[in-house]
């Protein structure tokens, strides 16, 4: 029979308890990883949604641009907590199901498939971290692609985001533009008749009002019935 001094061999070498020592002992530490987190979502979100414009946005971005992207999108900010709540839910999982990580180190510890008792964090806290790493990596690359996916989608099939645009850049024509977003130099916006993305100069720009008129019109007319 298994002892639990042997099944802790096989548990993370991460324990919750030393995470909130480093916690209280590093607080601006750890208020930068957290920052750092959010602060690389809001980049890989910049980059997917103008992907979808055919924008090369990186061009356009300051290190500021980069440091507030994350916080600007709520959507981004509730993935980031989710990030973090995935990486709790692995170290649950791989500490209730020690003896299940015990098996896989025995059956795997030699050959290919020797990289499946790393992802368990039975090695060290290293591997632990690193099994963490890599599954958030997939996890921003498939829930912020979707996200930036249904949004540039939103925009262009459903014209979200109407604006009125008063610029010297701009034609004075009925054309609607979306607006995409903005940096701390530019607004990108998106042309619905010419499907092309319209980079302005934040200068150049006198007002941006929305635009309810498509929402209204698409509003049912209520008759008085006779």
Known sequence: MTTNSDLNKYRPKVRLTDVLKFTTAHPGLAVFLVYATIAVAGFIYLVTFYSHFDLEVTVYLEISDILFAGIKDPMVMLMVLGAFSMVLFIWMVAYIQAPFSAWLYKKFDKGVLRFIPLMAGV???????????????????????????NKAQSIIAQKQGLV?????????????????????????????????????????????????????????????SE
């Open 123 to 149: 090695q060290s806290a290293r591997s632990f971290w690193w099994a963490a790493f890599i599954v958030l990596t997939a996890y921003f690359y498939m829930f912020i692609g979707v996200h930036s996916k």
């Open 164 to 224: 009125f645009v008063d610029s010297e850049a701009t034609p004075k024509t009925g054309n609607e533009y979306s607006l995409l977003g903005t940096t701390i130099n530019y607004v990108f916006l998106y042309n619905h008749q010419t499907k092309r993305t319209l980079i302005l100069p934040l200068e150049s720009i006198n007002s941006i009002e929305p635009n309810h008129s498509l929402k209204k019109a698409s509003l049912p007319v209520l008759t008085k």
